[in-house]
C-alpha cells in the first residue's frame, strides 16, 4: 500500500511529534509545518489526504487556514482534523471540518480516527452459488 499525504500543522513541537507518529502508524507520509504562512504555502503546493490542524497558530490562524482550505477547489478531497484546546469551537468551523478534536488528543485516537477516514471495503463474495 502506497503511503497517503498527512500535512501536520501545529506550533507546538512535542505533539506535532505525536501526531506525525499516530499518523505514521495509520499509513499516512508526514510532514510538520508550525507557521500559518508555511502552511498556506505549502497547501498551495501540495494537496494532502489529510490535514491535522491547530487553530491558534503563528501569522495565520488556524480557522484562516480552514476556510483557505475549503475554498480551494484542488483541496475539495482533502480531510480536516481540527486539533484544539478551545471546547467552543464555533458551529461554523465544526461543519468545515471534517472532525474535532479537543486537545489533549492521544496517539491511539488519532490513529484510529485518521485510518477511518480511509478504510477500503472490499466485496464480499459469495461462493453459495451452485457449481455447473
Not at 18 to 26: C, E, I
Not at 115 to 122: G, I, L, S, Y
Request: charge should be neutral; glycine fraction near 4%; aromatic fraction near 4%.
Amino acid at each position: 500500500m502506497g503511503d497517503k499525504c498527512a500535512l501536520i500543522i501545529e506550533d507546538n513541537r512535542d505533539l506535532a511529534a505525536v501526531f506525525a507518529q499516530a499518523l505514521q502508524a495509520a499509513g499516512f507520509a508526514t510532514g510538520i509545518i508550525q507557521d500559518g504562512d508555511q502552511a498556506l504555502a505549502r497547501l498551495a503546493i501540495d494537496t494532502p489526504e489529510v490535514v491535522v490542524l491547530d487553530l491558534h497558530m503563528p501569522r495565520v490562524s488556524g480557522v484562516d487556514i480552514l476556510r483557505r482550505i475549503r475554498a480551494d477547489n484542488r483541496l475539495t478531497g482533502t480531510r480536516v482534523i481540527v486539533a484544539t484546546a478551545d471546547s467552543r469551537v464555533p458551529d461554523v468551523l465544526r461543519e468545515q471540518a471534517d472532525l474535532v478534536l479537543i486537545k489533549p488528543v492521544s496517539f491511539t485516537q488519532l490513529r484510529d480516527l485518521a485510518a477511518r477516514f480511509f478504510v477500503q471495503t472490499t466485496p464480499v463474495v459469495s461462493s453459495s452459488l451452485p457449481a455447473k
